[in-house]
């Protein structure tokens, strides 16, 4: 007896051991990725800072805060980021409480009627118990678990915040855009009431015999040709409202935004140097966080496949009364070690580290895409907004020369030394540069906010945890 005791002893530290040796490292370093020292397109501006508040309000729009704070309450997708928050932090309990000690009581109670040798007899049974179990994690495979469950929630906190900096984005993208839509109507009015008063000209010197019918028909043309222009940007004006609304989470309607029909000159927002975006954008530490929990799970992984221990115990009584249930003789208890080492599984467990490993390399390669994605996206809004300058400035150069041309074909045609074709250009031509022109103004407009979105910021911070603290999110009070 004794010699076999010593035998599944001997067997059980040798295991020990050699399981000992071969538990999961963890890649604690960050990976290496080298970053260049400046984007080509620019952008690094000395003297200058990312605002640490909004950088919506660098614009100085009242009204565009406004809505913001709306879609901040109200946008129904970070009301989903925030539920699916909530759930990755129920799983990290969950996953946690694993590590403490399980502890459940357990009664049963009865009556039994059986024969005996003096006849049949109704006896009663209780019994109540309370049984412990605790698993020692030597292997760290529940820490691991639980580690890994940790980061996923912190993962899911970062993406609330790439939520935020994406619809705080495309909400100010579409009010702009209101904007300029509102701009371009304003504009297609003034050019119908010029186009209109042109036509009433030349239709009274057609009348008069000293222009031919052409004229008045390519002045109707010219005014048409406006004309049919305005019912797409009322209706563009009209998208872009409602898309609004959706996004603050209201039914479409045509009040929000304002009446603004101005153009500003947006806030240089400086993108800094490479390394800075690696701080600053929560969808790159997402990914790292992300790449971390896989670690730890194939750690877990790795532990499955070593002995598990569990400490088993219980205590309780059995009587057939009552009153008696505790009192001694009565009381039982039973305290075990149960020790389980898988031997023959078909290589499943095998099977599943190789997989926890396949899935790391899997997310380090995913977090590598998100750091190059995230620096293509600061060097294409960098190259989008010194392509809008200068498209600008080229339109403004234009524009002046439309001016002229225009006021010299209109002088010239009044004193009857051409014919109405150089009007009718020069008019195009002048309407079509003042069109451009607040395209482009927006379109630098939509850079710069662009360029907000992609260098990220810290300004997230403090909203979710006031959201979370106040538990505005909760589902049941969400407004309509």
Known sequence: MNDTFLKISAYLLITLIVSGCSVHRLRKEEPVIKLPDTFSAGGAEEGLSFPATGWWESFGDSRLNALMEDAFLQNLDIARAYERLRQAQAVMRSTASSRSPHVSLEGQAGRVRQQGMF?????????????????????????????????????????????????????ADLYYLAVEQRAQIELSDRSIASFQDTLERVERRYREGLVPAIDVYQSRQNLAAVRAQRPVYESNLAVALNALSV??????????????????????????????????????RSA??????????AGAAVAGRFPSFNIIGSYGGASERVKTLLDSPNIFWNLLLDIAHPLLDGGRLKAEAERAEAVFREQLFSYHQTVLTSFKEVEDALAGINAAETRLSVLDAGLIAASGALRLSLDRYAQGLTDYLPVLTAQQRYYESESSIIAARRQRISAAIQLARVLGAEWTDGIIEQTLTSGRREGDTHEQ
């Not at 790292?288 to 799970?297: G, H, P, Y």
């Open 119 to 171: 006849g049949a007899a109704t006896t009663g049974s209780y019994r109540l118990s309370a049984a412990a179990g605790y698993e020692i994690d030597l292997w760290h495979k529940l820490k691991s678990q639980t580690e890994a469950a940790r980061l996923d929630a912190l993962a899911s906190e970062e993406d609330i915040k790439t939520l935020f900096i994406s619809i705080s984005a495309r909400i």
């Open 247 to 284: 996004l603050t989470g209201r039914f479409p309607g045509r009040e929000l935004a304002g009446n603004s029909a101005e153009l500003p000159e947006p806030p240089a927002f400086p993108s800094g140097i490479p390394s800075q975006v690696l701080t600053r954008r929560p969808d790159v």
């Open 288 to 297: 790292l966080l992300r790449l971390r929990a896989s670690d730890w799970r």
